[in-house]
């Protein structure tokens, strides 16, 4: 089955500079590549997706990178803010999109 | 829209104990789900729908049973409750679009179980 890898597990940054998570996955049917946030005691929520005919995607401040041939997917996000402080989790889905499969997650300081 | 609701948000129980968490959706969404976030973890599946009576198994479905009777409720069943089962649940559902699913999770806000 489908194994999402997702580093680092944390990552401390200054406000202003730029974050960067990384995510391998396993299964190269997978084609389908969401990015949650997840703030303290909420729930996750989605912020950026990408899908495989895509090879990156920007939404103002995030941006997320795909290369299907070595199965490895990014986010990146510029100008950060404390309130970018969160866990971040990647996921990877088939075409069905029925099993969603997520990585272990980045807990994501900004120090302002 | 309520969107996705889930019942308790906390409940104690002791080890052999039985319970339901209970999932309800108002989006009339096909697909249905649930997760186990343990401390520090990410999300692990434990179950999934893609409509009423069709269930099936997710990452970690040991110990637990789900039904889906209706396309708005997806109640997750623990039998004989176990530590290793104390965690936080999410219940999630996805729209389908023909060939599938969108892909995006609406999730509820969380039940924490504690077993004892």
């Known amino acids: 089955g489908e194994n999402v890898e997702q580093h680092p597990s944390t990552l401390s940054v200054q406000e202003g500079d730029s974050a960067v998570i990384k995510c391998t996955y396993s299964d190269s049917a997978s084609n389908y590549f969401p990015w949650y946030k997840q703030e303290l005691g909420k729930r996750p929520q989605l912020i950026i997706d990408i899908r495989s005919n895509v090879g990156e995607k920007k939404d103002q401040r995030i941006a997320v990178t795909l290369n299907k041939t070595a199965k490895h997917f990014s986010l990146h996000i510029t100008e950060t803010q404390p309130e970018d402080s969160a866990v971040y989790f990647c996921a990877a889905s088939n075409t069905g999109g029925f099993k969603t499969i997520f990585g272990a997650g980045t807990r994501l300081f900004v120090k302002a | 829209n309520a969107g996705v609701t889930q019942t308790p948000k906390f409940r104690i129980l002791k080890i052999g104990q039985s319970m339901t968490l209970q999932c309800t959706q108002d989006m009339n969404h096909n697909y249905m789900y649930w997760y186990r976030q343990d401390p520090g973890m990410g999300l692990k599946l434990i179950y999934y729908?893609?409509?009423?009576?069709?269930?099936d198994k997710g990452e970690v479905p040991n110990g637990y049973n789900v039904s889906r009777s209706t396309t708005e409720d997806f109640p997750l069943r623990l039998e004989l409750a176990a530590p290793s089962q104390t965690s936080v649940y999410f219940c999630?559902?996805?729209?389908?679009?023909?060939?599938?699913?969108?892909?995006?999770?609406?999730f509820g806000e969380g039940s924490r179980l504690t077993v004892l």
């Open positions: 999630a559902s996805s729209s389908s679009r023909q060939g599938g699913t969108t892909g995006e999770l609406f």
């Open positions: 729908s893609v409509g009423a009576g069709i269930t």
